[in-house]
Protein backbone atom coordinates (compact mmCIF):
# COMPACT_ATOMS: atom_id res chain seq x y z
CA UNK A 1 0.00 0.00 0.00
CA UNK A 2 1.22 3.32 -0.81
CA UNK A 3 1.80 5.67 2.10
CA UNK A 4 -0.10 8.51 -0.08
CA UNK A 5 -2.55 7.52 -2.42
CA UNK A 6 -4.67 9.69 -4.68
CA UNK A 7 -6.49 9.03 -8.24
CA UNK A 8 -4.45 10.59 -11.29
CA UNK A 9 -7.58 10.98 -12.62
CA UNK A 10 -7.74 12.70 -14.97
CA UNK A 11 -10.76 14.36 -13.22
CA UNK A 12 -12.49 16.51 -16.33
CA UNK A 13 -15.33 19.13 -14.81
CA UNK A 14 -17.52 21.77 -16.44
CA UNK A 15 -16.46 25.78 -15.92
CA UNK A 16 -18.33 26.46 -13.05
CA UNK A 17 -18.47 23.64 -11.20
CA UNK A 18 -17.17 21.82 -7.89
CA UNK A 19 -14.18 19.93 -8.28
CA UNK A 20 -13.64 17.33 -5.40
CA UNK A 21 -10.23 16.02 -5.37
CA UNK A 22 -9.26 12.93 -2.46
CA UNK A 23 -6.53 11.48 -1.10
CA UNK A 24 -5.68 8.65 1.32
CA UNK A 25 -2.77 8.26 3.67
CA UNK A 26 -1.53 5.22 5.85
CA UNK A 27 0.30 6.80 8.37
CA UNK A 28 -1.76 7.83 12.05
CA UNK A 29 1.04 9.36 13.50
CA UNK A 30 0.73 12.61 10.55
CA UNK A 31 -0.06 15.96 11.59
CA UNK A 32 0.05 17.99 8.84
CA UNK A 33 -1.60 17.70 5.26
CA UNK A 34 -1.33 19.91 2.24
CA UNK A 35 -2.21 20.16 -0.84
CA UNK A 36 0.22 22.03 -3.91
CA UNK A 37 -0.94 22.56 -7.46
CA UNK A 38 1.47 22.00 -9.82
CA UNK A 39 1.00 23.15 -13.96
CA UNK A 40 2.71 21.27 -16.45
CA UNK A 41 6.74 21.93 -16.41
CA UNK A 42 6.49 24.40 -13.19
CA UNK A 43 7.27 23.54 -9.88
CA UNK A 44 4.64 22.58 -7.03
CA UNK A 45 2.93 25.52 -5.29
CA UNK A 46 0.92 25.78 -2.06
CA UNK A 47 -2.70 25.70 -2.48
CA UNK A 48 -3.29 25.03 1.32
CA UNK A 49 -2.47 23.51 4.81
CA UNK A 50 -4.41 21.58 7.33
CA UNK A 51 -3.87 20.65 10.73
CA UNK A 52 -6.72 20.26 12.30
CA UNK A 53 -9.65 17.48 11.95
CA UNK A 54 -13.01 19.96 9.97
CA UNK A 55 -12.84 22.33 7.00
CA UNK A 56 -10.16 25.28 6.01
CA UNK A 57 -11.67 27.54 3.99
CA UNK A 58 -10.09 29.69 1.87
CA UNK A 59 -11.28 31.84 -1.32
CA UNK A 60 -12.83 29.17 -4.00
CA UNK A 61 -10.85 26.21 -2.12
CA UNK A 62 -12.01 24.09 0.74
CA UNK A 63 -9.25 21.58 2.33
CA UNK A 64 -11.40 18.73 4.72
CA UNK A 65 -9.67 16.20 6.99
CA UNK A 66 -10.60 13.26 8.71
CA UNK A 67 -7.82 12.07 10.76
CA UNK A 68 -9.89 9.03 11.70
CA UNK A 69 -10.68 7.65 8.10
CA UNK A 70 -7.32 8.89 7.05
CA UNK A 71 -8.16 10.90 4.72
CA UNK A 72 -7.98 14.80 3.02
CA UNK A 73 -10.11 15.96 0.49
CA UNK A 74 -9.61 19.59 -1.71
CA UNK A 75 -13.18 20.89 -2.66
CA UNK A 76 -12.67 23.85 -5.61
CA UNK A 77 -15.61 25.67 -5.94
CA UNK A 78 -16.36 27.66 -8.86
CA UNK A 79 -13.51 25.70 -11.28
CA UNK A 80 -12.11 27.91 -13.95
CA UNK A 81 -9.92 26.75 -16.61
CA UNK A 82 -7.03 28.10 -15.26
CA UNK A 83 -7.32 25.52 -12.11
CA UNK A 84 -6.55 22.46 -14.75
CA UNK A 85 -3.17 21.35 -13.08
CA UNK A 86 -2.31 18.52 -11.00
CA UNK A 87 -3.21 18.61 -7.99
CA UNK A 88 -0.66 17.11 -5.27
CA UNK A 89 -1.19 15.58 -2.14
CA UNK A 90 1.35 15.97 0.55
CA UNK A 91 1.28 14.67 4.49
CA UNK A 92 4.27 15.28 6.98
CA UNK A 93 5.89 12.24 7.86
CA UNK A 94 4.80 11.33 11.22
CA UNK A 95 8.17 10.47 12.95
CA UNK A 96 9.17 13.41 14.86
CA UNK A 97 6.99 15.75 12.81
CA UNK A 98 10.40 16.12 11.00
CA UNK A 99 9.14 18.01 8.00
CA UNK A 100 9.50 15.30 5.36
CA UNK A 101 6.93 14.97 2.97
CA UNK A 102 5.43 12.26 1.22
CA UNK A 103 3.55 13.18 -1.70
CA UNK A 104 0.69 11.27 -3.56
CA UNK A 105 1.09 11.00 -6.92
CA UNK A 106 -1.33 13.73 -7.93
CA UNK A 107 -4.74 13.66 -9.74
CA UNK A 108 -4.89 15.69 -13.16
CA UNK A 109 -7.53 18.29 -13.10
CA UNK A 110 -9.01 19.61 -16.48
CA UNK A 111 -11.77 22.25 -16.26
CA UNK A 112 -13.32 22.54 -19.28
CA UNK A 113 -14.88 26.29 -20.73
CA UNK B 1 11.01 38.99 -1.69
CA UNK B 2 13.11 36.63 -3.55
CA UNK B 3 11.88 32.78 -4.03
CA UNK B 4 13.98 29.27 -3.62
CA UNK B 5 16.23 29.53 -7.09
CA UNK B 6 18.17 26.61 -8.16
CA UNK B 7 20.74 26.19 -10.86
CA UNK B 8 20.95 25.35 -13.44
CA UNK B 9 17.71 24.91 -14.71
CA UNK B 10 18.70 22.43 -17.02
CA UNK B 11 21.89 19.76 -17.15
CA UNK B 12 22.63 17.52 -19.71
CA UNK B 13 25.38 15.04 -19.18
CA UNK B 14 26.55 11.96 -20.04
CA UNK B 15 26.73 8.44 -18.62
CA UNK B 16 29.52 7.86 -15.51
CA UNK B 17 29.88 12.11 -15.29
CA UNK B 18 29.55 13.75 -12.10
CA UNK B 19 26.77 16.79 -11.61
CA UNK B 20 26.19 19.06 -8.73
CA UNK B 21 23.15 20.98 -8.46
CA UNK B 22 22.84 24.21 -6.28
CA UNK B 23 19.92 25.08 -3.97
CA UNK B 24 19.75 29.19 -2.45
CA UNK B 25 16.88 28.78 0.20
CA UNK B 26 15.12 31.56 1.11
CA UNK B 27 16.61 34.23 3.34
CA UNK B 28 15.77 33.34 7.09
CA UNK B 29 14.52 29.39 6.03
CA UNK B 30 16.54 27.23 8.67
CA UNK B 31 15.32 24.35 6.64
CA UNK B 32 16.06 22.82 3.44
CA UNK B 33 14.43 20.02 1.16
CA UNK B 34 15.85 18.41 -1.87
CA UNK B 35 13.25 15.99 -3.67
CA UNK B 36 13.05 14.39 -7.09
CA UNK B 37 10.16 13.95 -9.76
CA UNK B 38 10.62 11.73 -12.64
CA UNK B 39 8.79 11.97 -15.57
CA UNK B 40 4.88 11.63 -14.69
CA UNK B 41 5.70 10.31 -11.24
CA UNK B 42 4.99 12.25 -8.28
CA UNK B 43 7.90 13.67 -5.98
CA UNK B 44 10.38 11.41 -3.75
CA UNK B 45 12.01 12.72 -0.85
CA UNK B 46 15.78 12.68 -1.31
CA UNK B 47 16.90 14.42 2.22
CA UNK B 48 16.88 17.39 4.48
CA UNK B 49 18.45 19.81 6.39
CA UNK B 50 18.21 21.68 9.57
CA UNK B 51 20.86 23.94 9.72
CA UNK B 52 23.62 22.80 8.22
CA UNK B 53 22.86 19.42 9.48
CA UNK B 54 21.00 16.20 7.70
CA UNK B 55 18.71 14.27 10.16
CA UNK B 56 17.21 12.06 7.76
CA UNK B 57 19.08 11.15 4.62
CA UNK B 58 16.74 7.94 4.38
CA UNK B 59 15.85 9.15 1.00
CA UNK B 60 18.98 9.12 -1.03
CA UNK B 61 18.54 6.29 -3.37
CA UNK B 62 22.22 5.30 -3.65
CA UNK B 63 25.64 6.13 -2.29
CA UNK B 64 25.99 7.98 -5.48
CA UNK B 65 24.18 10.54 -3.98
CA UNK B 66 25.55 13.09 -1.28
CA UNK B 67 24.27 16.24 -0.36
CA UNK B 68 25.61 19.16 2.02
CA UNK B 69 24.85 22.59 3.16
CA UNK B 70 27.29 25.03 4.26
CA UNK B 71 26.56 28.29 6.18
CA UNK B 72 22.64 27.67 6.89
CA UNK B 73 22.17 28.63 3.38
CA UNK B 74 23.25 27.21 0.07
CA UNK B 75 22.85 23.35 -0.35
CA UNK B 76 24.73 21.54 -2.92
CA UNK B 77 23.21 18.01 -4.15
CA UNK B 78 25.85 15.66 -6.13
CA UNK B 79 25.68 12.66 -7.84
CA UNK B 80 28.76 10.36 -8.78
CA UNK B 81 28.74 8.57 -11.59
CA UNK B 82 25.42 9.36 -12.86
CA UNK B 83 23.03 6.92 -14.46
CA UNK B 84 20.24 7.56 -17.53
CA UNK B 85 17.79 6.62 -14.14
CA UNK B 86 18.93 9.62 -12.69
CA UNK B 87 17.29 11.04 -15.22
CA UNK B 88 14.56 13.57 -13.36
CA UNK B 89 14.01 16.96 -12.30
CA UNK B 90 15.21 17.71 -8.94
CA UNK B 91 13.55 20.18 -6.61
CA UNK B 92 14.41 21.95 -3.98
CA UNK B 93 12.16 23.82 -1.40
CA UNK B 94 12.80 25.45 2.14
CA UNK B 95 10.87 26.04 5.10
CA UNK B 96 11.19 28.63 8.01
CA UNK B 97 11.20 25.97 9.96
CA UNK B 98 11.13 22.32 10.36
CA UNK B 99 7.86 20.21 11.09
CA UNK B 100 4.35 21.83 10.44
CA UNK B 101 5.89 24.90 8.96
CA UNK B 102 5.25 24.90 4.10
CA UNK B 103 7.38 24.05 2.37
CA UNK B 104 8.53 26.61 -0.56
CA UNK B 105 9.73 24.99 -3.81
CA UNK B 106 12.38 26.06 -6.85
CA UNK B 107 11.94 26.06 -10.22
CA UNK B 108 13.74 22.86 -10.52
CA UNK B 109 17.09 21.59 -11.94
CA UNK B 110 16.19 19.28 -14.86
CA UNK B 111 18.74 16.68 -15.53
CA UNK B 112 18.73 14.90 -18.42
CA UNK B 113 21.81 11.82 -18.50
CA UNK B 114 22.74 10.55 -21.99
Known amino acids: QKEVEQNSGPLSVPEGAIASLNCTYSDRGSQSFFWYRQYSGKSPELIMSIYSNGDKEDGRFTAQLNKASQYVSLLIRDSQPSDSATYLCAVNSGSGNTGKLIFGQGTTLQVKP | GAGVSQSPSNKVTEKGKDVELRCDPISGHTALYWYRQSLGQGLEFLIYFQGNSAPDKSGLPSDRFSAERTGGSVSTLTIQRTQQEDSAVYLC????????????FGPGTRLLVL
Open chain 2, 93 to 104: ASSLGWGKETQY
